[in-house]
């Protein structure tokens, strides 16, 4: 296998549309969830959410906007910034030699939302013509190919909650046999409509809302948490050959060491302690690193009861006493639940954790839980001088687990 180098990062998130913004805000402790103010909020249970402050309008020309869902534009100008960010210059590339691969969990769901009101709700057949192209899940891998006219593989993963690590874990599987020499890899997310909502509510999985601070509402790890919050944004790495990267002298964040990917095959929604820790293993396997060798794990946690102490003990089951010595964090509790789009989020959190010897807390982790007694960096930044490697959890409804793993060349 050869080695992979990431050399680029683009973000739109509830807690910042750049990596530094994004960084900065999770450092430092910011929640981008808060109350929704839409019309239809007063129909929730619990009217919460984490929202990326993003109006396409500041991106797109019209035309060009009418046929983009949310969730593509999402993709498109996180793809931009990645591509700017690696200084990729692609009229001088092998366009044959990239590829384009994207995680989704629930693709155009604005296009789909809007589609059934006309329908259902309005008693009209007059839907907008460009709906299919919308809201079909691999809309937005689409698009980014044809922005920057890639034309070796592109492919959408939808494995839910884990969608976009699978997609940057394959990605670095291409460019490792050889296959391609570059990739556009990670996931965008656009569920915050009112149709969504409701399904996720109905599910029984979303958090309270903490009364004294909407923002406070997702507690990852701690006893009186209560649920997920939804969020949306995309992020998009550029993975690159090892040599090629260095050749170029392009600025390399960290390499992709190794990947995981194993399915519990037990239930659909219920995670299981097995499943997961596999996943780890192969991950740590593919990296040739032993346990000891991860100074930070960033946890799927998403703040269900089940979930997270599924988590914690797969956790102890793969890395033994040095569980208790290792960091974990979940950032969900500030940028909420991304589904598709989670697992590049966090790995991307992860790669810039390593850059900087920080890492982020799990914010809102007032009350200890027994069953979840590792080190979860409650309330706080840490410095890590001696961080050199890190992992990323991203675990899914459906079974489907995958783990990347990042270190310092």
């Not at 009861?305 to 956790?315: G, H, K, M, S, W």
Request: hydrophobic content about 45%; some cysteine.
């Amino acid at each position: 296998m050869r080695r992979v180098a990431v050399t680029g990062i683009g973000v739109v998130s509830p807690s910042g549309n750049d990596r530094h913004a994004l960084f900065d805000h999770l450092l430092s402790g910011q929640s981008g969830i808060r109350r929704l103010d839409h019309a239809f909020c007063e129909r929730l249970i619990a009217p919460i959410a984490a929202p990326a402050q993003f109006n396409g309008e500041d991106y797109f020309p019209a035309p060009k906007l009418r046929m983009l869902d949310r969730v593509s534009q999402f993709a498109l100008h996180a793809a931009s910034q990645a591509i700017a960010d690696a200084g990729i210059a692609f009229d001088a590339e092998d366009k044959r030699r990239a590829g384009v691969f994207i995680g989704t969990g629930m693709g155009g769901s604005h296009t789909t939302d809007d589609g059934y009101q006309t329908i259902y709700g309005e008693r009209s057949d007059r839907v907008k013509p460009f709906s299919v192209l919308m809201a079909m899940n691999n809309a937005a891998a689409a698009w980014i190919g044809i922005e920057h006219g890639i034309t070796g593989p592109n492919l959408t993963f939808s494995t839910a909650c884990s969608s976009s690590a699978v997609a940057i874990g394959e990605a670095w599987r291409r460019i490792g046999s050889g296959e391609v020499d570059l990739m556009i890899a990670g996931g965008s997310e656009a569920p915050l409509t009112f149709g969504t909502l409701k399904a996720w509510e109905a599910l029984r999985t979303l958090a309270v809302e903490d009364p004294a601070d909407p923002s406070a509402s997702c507690k990852p790890f701690a006893k009186d948490r209560s649920g997920l919050v939804l969020g949306e944004g995309a992020a998009i790495v550029v993975l690159e050959e090892w040599e090629r990267a260095v050749a170029r002298g392009a600025s390399i964040y960290a390499e992709l060491a190794g990947y995981g990917l194993s399915t519990d095959a037990a239930h659909i929604t219920r995670p299981t302690v097995g499943g997961q820790a596999r996943a780890m293993r192969l991950a740590l396997a593919s990296a040739d690193l032993p346990p000891s060798a991860i100074g930070y794990i960033n946890a799927h946690g998403t703040g269900t009861l089940a979930n997270d102490a599924v988590e914690t003990a797969a956790i102890k089951e793969v890395f033994g006493q040095h569980a208790y010595r290792v960091p974990v964090s979940s950032t969900k509790s500030m940028h909420g639940h991304l589904l598709g789009a989670a697992g590049a989020l966090e790995f991307v959190v992860s790669v810039l954790a390593l850059q900087s010897r920080m890492i982020p807390p799990t914010m809102h982790l007032q009350l200890a839980d027994p069953e979840c007694d590792l080190d979860y960096v409650p309330l706080r930044a840490r410095k890590a001088d001696e961080l050199h490697a890190a992992m990323s959890n991203s675990f899914a409804f459906g079974g489907t687990n995958a783990v990347l793993i990042a270190r310092l060349p």
